[in-house]
């Protein structure tokens, strides 16, 4: 591969002469810091304003864990909002109650947000359920992630409704998508798969956008650092008993040898959504008969979940 | 060279000039999960390495 060389022995960006921090593989191009800003901030607002993800007047709250992605989310969104007229964030963090982890990314999301002066939210599994996450998962830690993410995903959605958004964006990322879909397509959950909440508005959920599912992680990365906004935190406990550690690993290995592997990926679930659009398998909305949030039978994940907790 | 890994170990490298691509290759670490820097600033994978660098490796996937 050929390149032009900076002084001290790097390549140069493939925009201007100044040296490059990143090489994007699937564009075949070197990037500087700056250029790598604008790249991010361009291909971000083209997401949403593709799918038509954000609208004049919206509040959007923003699911912050503290963690790099959605911090990036938090700082782009905070920079486009301008171009929606009269349109406002709300930042909700999620306290699981993770002890030696979850401290540290909330510090973090407090000193983000103080300093975008984005108005920010704070709840609680306790709040929601009554224990925190290691209490309720004393003996059951292989099925960390399942029990995480649907109490995670119940508190943001309320918490979001509390606080008046029209929509909630989280900071899912390109190598998130296609780690998904690849779960998905392994555990044979072919409804999950084509699952999409985030098309259209409805009265019956609040949209959940992503606007950096375009974004590679690894430039994500970069796009904070190269701005002082990259720190190190610990990682998750659970993260270890979760499938998606080892589809991360796998997917990784792949896109690196075959550079678009995760991009494809998506695609072809963008394409297979809509072959199923209107077919039997998308499946009806109901309301769960407890708390009458929208889900595909009687009950909603998070009371099923409830119940088989004993709480 | 020195070279600072994602746990934090220091590992001291005598070895001629080499790019940031091979240097992670020969620890068995996949560049899209690291980001890499070079005396403090970040650098791609095709940067030539050597010397006194002092080369850090930061992990980026962070669960959760």
Known sequence: MGFSA?????PVCAC?????VIYQPVNKRHLCDAHIVCDVEARVASTIREAGQIRAGDRIAVGLSGGKDSTALLVILSRLLPSWPGAGLVAITVDEGIAGYRTETIRAAETLTGRLGVEHRIVSFCDLIGDDLDTLLAGRKTQACTICGILRKKALTDAACTAG???????HNLDDEAQSVLMNALRGDLPRLIRNTGTGRSAAFLPRIKPLAAIPEKEIAVYLFVQGLFSVLPECPYTSYALRAGVRTMLAGFENLHPGTMQHLV???KIIERY??????????HRCR???DPCSGDLC?????RHSLGK | MNVILPDQGIQV?????????TLLQELGINPLEVIVSRNGKLVPEQTVIGGNDEIRIIRIAHGG
């Open chain 1, 6 to 10: 900076a002084p001290g022995g790097g």
């Open chain 1, 16 to 20: 201007c002469a100044e040296p490059a």
């Open chain 1, 165 to 171: 958004a029209t929509a909630i964006a989280t900071g």
């Open chain 1, 267 to 269: 695609e072809n679930k």
């Open chain 1, 276 to 285: 199923c659009a209107g077919t039997p398998v998308m499946g009806r909305l």
């Open chain 1, 290 to 292: 407890e708390c009458g």
């Open chain 1, 301 to 305: 994940q998070a009371c099923r979940l």
């Open chain 2, 13 to 21: 490298m005598e070895r001629g000039a080499g790019t940031v691509g």
